[in-house]
């Protein structure tokens, strides 16, 4: 789980520096923040965290302004949803996913019969969350806590973490020098805040540590004991993707319009693969993100518990779908718009085939819009005399389809080719991740797969 949602994918300019300026002004910042480091003590003590402890962990911390970069920059929120999704559900994740429940289905045969939580959703997160466990953060928890805590930055969230963090380093459940996360303090395979660990945390394996940092069944198991006490229903899909009648104003339902699919239904909303629904009487809310122009879903209670550990819908819808595509269904039947703002994935690799053409960019071209894409953008808007935004839009795909060459055509490639390879332009940019800690919607369904119940 996290606040975070790691991504230097663009750089905020000037807005970063102007947060640390005002929080903690240059002359004196290292030594308030030490101070304000040091505040955290007497209620560490009452906590029962030994001055050992506390020194250990804050000793040579310093004010980190990259977490205060990607506190301001959170792309299940900045993102459009069509993007983020396609990113989080990139065909190499998928296949990867696949072999995770191959590799680990006697444990998830024993956390679904524990816990009731669909294995599929268990695996999205951990693929949403770290891209199962290869971009756990890398971050000194204590550190980017005290960052936030000190600076006003979501200052609030990271002082109830504090002490509960530096309660975990005091059990022993994880080194000092082992507690990682993300900018916002989340931990693990599946990314945990301090507060979320201590209260939902589960030893799967038995050896006394709830290790969700170097133990998948640890990491796995926390993660469906939360779900499980945010009111996940078992055998239950999280929404379905539905077709809105003709002049159906999306705009008109609040988040707070719950109805039964019934009557959703009534109201000429149909599922996008026309088969009916398993239980009209389930309630609903209508999710539209981009209006009635892309895809639109009626998504149900165990959405809801998705974003108890997320509150961002475009992170919940992302796990939702990851989960539908490992179970075997296809992607959704309506497609994200494409407009100035919007670029459709095919249109994003085309952008940067084009760049690369031109010597804007290095690389494999992989739709994935991070800082080298941006930084290629840059480049060419500064040698056409444009104004430097970096922004990859429809008028600059355009510009470049007037005098790049058009892209070669793709070789042949199995259904589930990874198109994020090696040398892709912004692999080494993170995956898209969640937002705070706090399904099947599918679709055009393969003949051997079930329908979403």
């Not at 953060?137 to 969230?157: M, P, Y």
């Not at 790049?404 to 692999?427: E, L, R, Y």
């Amino acid at each position: 789980m996290r606040i975070d949602r790691h991504s230097k994918a663009l750089i905020l300019g000037a807005a970063p520096a102007l947060v640390l300026a005002l929080a903690l002004p240059e002359p004196v910042r290292a030594d308030k923040f030490q101070a304000c480091v040091e505040r955290f003590w007497p209620a560490a003590k009452r906590a029962g965290v030994s001055r050992a402890t506390f020194e250990k962990a804050t000793k040579g911390i310093t004010f980190d302004p990259e977490v205060i970069e990607a506190a301001n920059y959170q792309p299940e929120y900045k993102k459009p949803v069509g993007e983020y999704v396609d990113r989080a559900v990139s065909p190499k994740r998928i296949e990867n996913g696949k072999q995770k429940l191959i590799e680990y289905k006697p444990l998830l045969d024993e956390l679904e019969a524990k816990y009731g939580v669909d294995r599929h959703i268990l695996i999205a997160i951990w693929g949403v969350e770290s891209n199962y466990g290869t971009q756990p953060g890398d971050k000194n928890v204590i550190q980017s806590l005290a960052t936030l805590a000190c600076s006003g930055t979501k200052a609030k969230f990271a002082r109830s973490q504090m002490i509960p963090a530096l309660k975990i380093l005091q059990h022993g459940d994880v080194s000092h020098e082992a507690m990682n996360g993300s900018w916002a303090g989340a931990m693990g395979h599946t990314q945990f805040i301090p507060t979320t660990y201590t209260a939902y945390a589960v030893d799967q394996d038995g050896d006394g540590r709830r290790d969700i940092w170097g133990t998948i069944p640890d990491a796995l198991a926390s993660t469906a004991s939360y779900l499980k006490v945010s009111h996940w229903i078992p055998g239950q899909t999280w929404g379905y993707e539905v077709r809105l009648p003709k002049g159906f104003n999306p705009n008109r339902y609040s988040d707070k319009n719950y109805k039964s699919l019934a009557q959703w239904q009534r109201l000429g909303i149909d599922r996008v693969n026309g088969q009916p629904f398993p239980r009209p009487g389930d309630k609903a809310q209508l999710f539209a993100p981009e209006g009635a122009a892309g895809p639109a879903f009626l998504v149900l209670n165990n959405f809801r518990s998705i974003l108890r550990y997320n509150q961002a819908k475009s992170y919940a819808l992302a796990v939702g779908h990851l989960a539908d595509r490992l179970a075997g269904y296809g992607p959704f039947v309506q497609r994200w718009p494409t407009d100035e703002r919007h670029l459709s994935l095919e249109q994003r690799t085309e952008l940067q085939q084009r760049l690369i053409a031109l010597g804007h960019l290095d690389g494999e071209a992989d739709g994935v819009i991070g800082p080298a894409t941006l930084d290629g953008v840059r480049s060419y808007q500064r040698a056409k005399g444009l104004p430097v935004d970096g922004y990859p839009s429809l008028t600059i795909l355009k510009m470049l389809q007037s005098e790049a060459p058009p892209p070669a055509p793709p070789a042949a490639q199995s259904p589930v080719a990874d198109t994020h390879p090696v040398g892709a332009v912004d692999q080494g940019a993170p995956a898209a991740n969640a937002a705070t800690q706090v399904a099947p919607a599918t679709t055009a369904v393969p003949k051997a797969a079930p329908a979403p119940n």
